[in-house]
């Protein structure tokens, strides 16, 4: 009877000294180590791409022709009578020496001074009345809240200006038929409080989530330990709460200060409705006229950079003392 002969394996199994099976740790540990490497690479690559296109690309174009201007020769007539040309700082110091921009950066500031402190009062006070065992109906509160920050500041702006209108505002009808003053509201003297109002409710419904969100963080043991020892809910409110929570504020208040600096569709869309409100009433509409009606985009680029410069400059000297009053407490 015929014995068949052993199968043969494909694969020649290597043998203890062979170089081959060594070198084999050594292959997956440099593909690890290259995939450790290029993935993290590889799924930030889309970000950094919009990032370039969309933030850093603009931002250097707007820089370069901060430094640029258009030298008229002649009549001005003609493709050759008008070329742009190097300006120097002098688009800078035109801006800097304009009277119409340092009245806006000062309505702005007087804007901010009414509109910060009371948004985030607001949102501090909502989110402990939120946070509280005693308030019902918390989700339905919280919605509420946070509801007219998801309206558009165009929308909101549009509604709130018929509602300042004379003609047509429930206040004022109230007003008159109960013997009350009339105020102008889109005058002079209140229309900084009219558009600060308008920010107001989209502002407190955004940082009362950021500081409810921190407050929902905290332990109940330590709400807990408080009550045992006698505490009320003012004072557990008071002396943890909110000392807990300042980080947030303190987060909430930088965002509201870059805001507050670059306010424009509220007085923007307002502005067709009163004549308080001039086409620089805040600097980026200066930049707005200058760059679309005026069509001098390299003034307009001159006065956005002091804008951001302005923005950065602020945020840090406002970081610098927080930080500061902080180290100071610790020691």
Do not use: C, H
């Amino acid at each position: 009877m015929a014995t068949t002969a052993p199968t043969v394996p494909s694969a020649r199994r290597s043998a203890p000294g062979d170089p081959t099976r060594a070198s084999r740790p050594v292959r997956r540990r440099r593909r690890d180590l290259r995939s450790r490497v290029v993935t993290p690479y590889a799924m930030l690559a889309p970000g950094i791409v919009l990032f370039v296109l969309f933030m850093a690309a603009p931002i250097v174009y707007t820089v370069v022709l901060s430094f640029q201007k258009v030298q008229v020769s002649g009549l001005g007539l003609g493709s050759g009578a008008r070329k742009v040309v190097f300006a120097g700082l002098g688009n800078y110091v035109s801006a800097v020496a304009d009277p119409e921009f340092g009245a806006s950066v000062l309505r702005v500031l007087g804007y901010g001074l009414v509109l910060i402190p009371t948004m985030l009062g607001l949102a501090l006070v909502f989110a402990l009345l939120l946070d509280s065992a005693r308030t019902k109906a918390t989700r339905f509160s919280r919605i509420a809240i946070f509801l007219p920050y998801a309206v558009p500041a165009v929308i909101s702006s549009l509604l709130w200006g018929f509602l300042y209108l004379p003609g047509v505002s429930p206040f004022l009808y109230v007003a008159q038929r109960l013997g009350l003053p009339q105020l102008d509201l889109l005058g002079p003297d209140l229309v900084t409080f009219a558009v600060a109002n308008i920010a107001l409710w989209g502002g407190v419904g955004f940082n009362m989530i950021v500081i409810y969100t921190s407050l929902r963080a905290i332990p109940s043991d330590i709400y807990e330990a408080a009550r045992i020892d006698g505490a009320s809910e003012f004072q557990i409110a008071w002396r943890i709460k909110v000392p807990i929570v300042v980080p947030s504020l303190i987060m909430t208040a930088l965002f509201s200060i870059i805001a507050t600096l670059q306010v424009f569709a509220e007085p923007t869309t307002l502005r067709p409705l009163t004549n308080s409100l001039s086409t620089s009433w805040t600097p980026l509409m200066k930049v707005y006229r200058d760059a679309f009606v005026r069509n001098d985009v390299y003034s307009a680029a001159a006065t956005s950079v002091l804008i951001a410069l302005g923005t950065f400059v602020l945020s840090f000297v406002f970081l610098r003392v927080v930080q500061r009053r902080a180290f100071g407490q610790e020691n």
